[in-house]
C-alpha cells in the first residue's frame, strides 16, 4: 500500500472556525509533511514531522497547528484563517530522514490533498 | 538566498519527439534531487531522484541528469505521449545544518503539453 490518504476533499469554513485536516499513511513512513499549494505555484514546506516530533516549522503562523498523535497520523489544525489561507494542502511522508540517516535521499509520497477555502 | 528555476512556464512539443526540461538552482548545493509529476488538482507525483554523486538516472522513457559544476538538471521524456502532459516540478532537499528532516523545495514546475 503505497497510498497517503487526506481528509476532507473540500473544506469551506468561516474565518472564526475551527477545523481540522487529517492525513494517514500505513507505508511504516516515519518523516511526514505538511505542504502548501496556490494556485499556478509549486508547493511550499510548511511542517516536518520526524520520528513523531515536529522538525522543522517554516516560520508558519500559529494559527495552523500540527499534530502528529502516531507515526501513521498527521493532523493540520486551523483557527481563526484568513482568506489568504485558501490553498490546496498536501500531506507527504518519506521513509525516514535522509540527512540524519545518512541516508541517499528518500522519495515523498504525496496525498490527493485538502482544498480548503476561507471565507 | 537559495534559487530553483525551471527553464520555462509551458513547452509544447510534438508527439514521439524527446522532451527536454531543465531546472538550474544557485546558492545551493544539494546532496539530491527528485523529479515529480502533477495533474491539476492531484498531488505531486514521484518520477525519479538522482544524488550529487551520479550523473544520469533512467527509468522506462525517463532520463534525468545531474550536473553539480553547473548546478543543472536536464529531465528528458523520449518517444513522448500526449498521456505524458502535466506540470512536472523539479525539487531540492532544504537541508539544515544540524541534522533534521528534510523538506523539499520545489521549483515552479514546467507545463509539459504533448500534441498528438
Known amino acids: 500500500d503505497t497510498e497517503v490518504t487526506q481528509t476532507p476533499k473540500h473544506l469551506v469554513m468561516g474565518m472564526t472556525n475551527k477545523k481540522s485536516l487529517k492525513c494517514e499513511q500505513h507505508?511504516?513512513?516515519?518523516?511526514m509533511y505538511w505542504y502548501k499549494q496556490k494556485a499556478k505555484k509549486p508547493p511550499e514546506l510548511m511542517f516536518v514531522?520526524?520520528?513523531?516530533?515536529?522538525?522543522i516549522n517554516e516560520s508558519v503562523p500559529s494559527r495552523f497547528s500540527p499534530e502528529c498523535p502516531n507515526s501513521s497520523l498527521l493532523n493540520l489544525h486551523l483557527h481563526a484563517l484568513q482568506p489568504e489561507d485558501s490553498a490546496l494542502y498536501l500531506c507527504a511522508s518519506s521513509q525516514e530522514q535522509a540527512r540524519l540517516a545518512g541516508g541517499p535521499g528518500y522519495e515523498q509520497y504525496f496525498g490527493p490533498g485538502t482544498r480548503l477555502t476561507v471565507t | 538566498s537559495q534559487k530553483i528555476e525551471q527553464n520555462s512556464e509551458a513547452l509544447n512539443i510534438q508527439e514521439g519527439k524527446t522532451a527536454t526540461l531543465t531546472c538550474n538552482y544557485t546558492n545551493y548545493s544539494p546532496a539530491y534531487l527528485q523529479w515529480y509529476r502533477q495533474d491539476p488538482g492531484r498531488g505531486p507525483v514521484f518520477l525519479l531522484l538522482?544524488?550529487?554523486?551520479?550523473k544520469e538516472k533512467r527509468k522506462e522513457r525517463l532520463k534525468v541528469t545531474f550536473d553539480t559544476t553547473l548546478k543543472q538538471s536536464l529531465f528528458h521524456i523520449t518517444a513522448s505521449q500526449p498521456a505524458d502532459s502535466a506540470t512536472y516540478l523539479c525539487?531540492?532537499?532544504?537541508?539544515?545544518?544540524?541534522?533534521?528532516?528534510?523538506?523539499?523545495?520545489f521549483g515552479k514546475g514546467t507545463h509539459l503539453i504533448i500534441q498528438p
Open positions: 538522482i544524488r550529487e554523486n551520479e
Open positions: 507505508m511504516g513512513h516515519r518523516a
Open positions: 525539487a531540492l532537499d532544504t537541508f539544515r545544518r544540524g541534522g533534521g528532516a528534510d523538506g523539499l523545495t
Open positions: 514531522y520526524s520520528y513523531e516530533k515536529l522538525s
